[in-house]
Nanobody
Framework: QVQLVESGGGLVQPGGSLRLSCAAS????????MGWYRQAPGKERELVAS???????NYADSMKGRFTISRDNAKNTVYLQMNSLKPEDTAVYYC??????????????WGQGTLVTVSS
């Protein structure tokens, strides 16, 4: 019913930048919170940042000042600008959205993940 498609991952050197995008499509009436999570090898999935439909943002402490989350409600798209990347930021990054369907029911949806590798 709803798909999230991420893009923008890849290999970057320490100190570099990447911009991730996540576009939602399907039987969408509206989208409430959207967010980015990440999962490094051998670790649990953790919140990176989230943004409400009104634009209020929340960040994990280790990402504050380096990462910026934003969204374009008209495009049902959320972005994650990542600057000053560190090797410990290496992980699979997942998009997540709380979606209200045209049927008026609610679903929580995950993207397939995009790999970010920070290495020299």
């Amino acid at each position: 019913q709803v798909q999230l498609v991420e893009s923008g991952g890849g290999l970057v050197q320490p100190g570099g930048s990447l911009r991730l995008s996540c576009a939602a499509s399907g039987s969408i009436f509206s989208i409430n919170d959207m967010g980015w999570y990440r999962q490094a090898p051998g670790k649990e999935r953790e919140l990176v940042a989230s943004v409400t439909s009104g634009g209020s943002t929340n960040y994990a402490d280790s990402m504050k000042g380096r990462f910026t989350i934003s969204r374009d409600n008209a495009k049902n798209t959320v972005y994650l600008q990542m600057n000053s990347l560190k090797p410990e930021d290496t992980a699979v990054y997942y998009c997540n959205a709380d979606v209200r369907l045209v049927s008026r029911s609610y679903v929580n949806v995950w993207g397939q993940g995009t790999l970010v590798t920070v290495s020299s």
